[in-house]
């Protein structure tokens, strides 16, 4: 029994003594210098498991974080993505940083890339297949997913051009990944989109032909793209067919997001009835956050096209009487204004308007926007003292982007002037 026991120490001493040299071999004749089938399988094991995870994993939850904590501008066209209001200063910008995702696929691109050509195989030199694959300047069978983290990261990091660079390099360098080439391709043009480069863009979009959406990534990511850059070319007529299938494809807070969108478009294109129905989804939504489903109910009151308003007065009315919306008070008026207005009764429409001024606590972009209604109306009745001040206070709060800024500012620019006219006609009156 001794001598058994002795033997097994024996053996296990052997085994350690051996066993960092057996792990240096297996190591070495897998480093990423050496090109063969062990090594590559050994390579995109290591990148997958050992580095890419990770990365990948902060990059799903930081993305999933920044969409779901994005407080939206409701008064403006919202962006398709949070990402897209790195593009404006003006608007509320998105939080999350991805430099962990992008110092992980950096690790792996920098430890495991196999760059070295394999040993030529005799009798293949006719192959056309064969010829190709030694073109090739990655024989890592997984890095290419390494290099999409960090473009991707990099544009949701708000760093468009990095990201267009890094995006362009695998288009060129992965061609025999088609799928992966054409996915790069869509990115690129989104890059380009978001730093204004509507032209390069376009010139992507359309050389991507439906036989290349080979994967249900591609069938989404192509239509979101296509809105995206009609949205910022100023096509919103052409951007809500692509947007309606980015939507139908999205899930969570983005689809209510693109939801809401769809219907900010509609209205823009004097689609009330459309508007309105999109809306809605948006208000009855159980996942929706409330701030999101109570500014849905509002843009509600401005496409409001039924015949009889009282119900939904009635409804607005009932939001005052909830603690929750005290601070929305100039909302609810505001709206209540517009169900009004929609009527001709511009009685009830100033009445409304004034309290949703009075009513604001904020002193933001909802009271602005009650203002320049109001001061509208007093406008068309020649009343220049009252609207003035109105537009005064209202224009410097509105965002450069909207459609009317222009218009607006230049009528308060030519209220300071009649302003003081007519404060003199109606004292001369009296």
Known sequence: MSQINSRIISYLKVIAIALPLILTVAVTSCSPKKNNAATRNYQAFITRYNIYFNGDEHYKQTLKQMEDTYEDDFSRLIPLHPIDAKSDPTSPQPAGSFDRSIEKAQKAIQLRS??????????????????????????????????????????????????????????????????????????????????????????????????QLTNSTLKELYPTVLADYYIHAGEFDKAIQPLIQARDKASGTQKTRLTFLLGQIYARQGKKTEAYKEFEKVAKSHSAPYRT?????????????????????????????YSRNKEFADQIYYAIGNLYLSRQDTVKAIENYSKAIKQSTRNGIDKALAQIMLGGLYFDQRDYDLAQPLYSEAVPQLPASRPDFNDLKRRSDVLDELAVYSQNVKLQDS
């Not at 090739?136 to 069978?141: H, I, L």
């Not at 989109?193 to 992507?204: C, D, K, P, R, Y």
């Not at 509600?300 to 009932?318: A, D, T, W």
């Open 114 to 211: 196999i760059k070295k050509k394999p040993r030529r195989k005799a009798g293949k030199g006719n192959d056309p297949e064969y010829k190709e694959w030694l073109k090739r300047e990655e024989y890592n069978p997984f890095l290419h997913n390494a290099w999409m983290m960090q473009a991707r990261s990099q544009y949701m990091n708000g760093d468009f051009l990095a990201a267009a660079t890094t995006f362009h390099y695998i288009q060129n360098h992965f061609k025999w990944l088609p799928a992966t080439s054409t996915e790069a391709a869509l990115w690129m043009a989104r890059c380009y989109v978001s730093l204004g480069w509507n032209f390069e863009a376009q010139t992507i979009l359309r050389r991507i032909t439906p036989e």
């Open 293 to 321: 489903k109570f500014n849905a109910r509002i843009k509600q009151s401005e496409v409001y096209s039924g015949k009889n308003i009282e119900p939904e007065v009635k409804s607005l009315r009932s939001m005052l009487h």
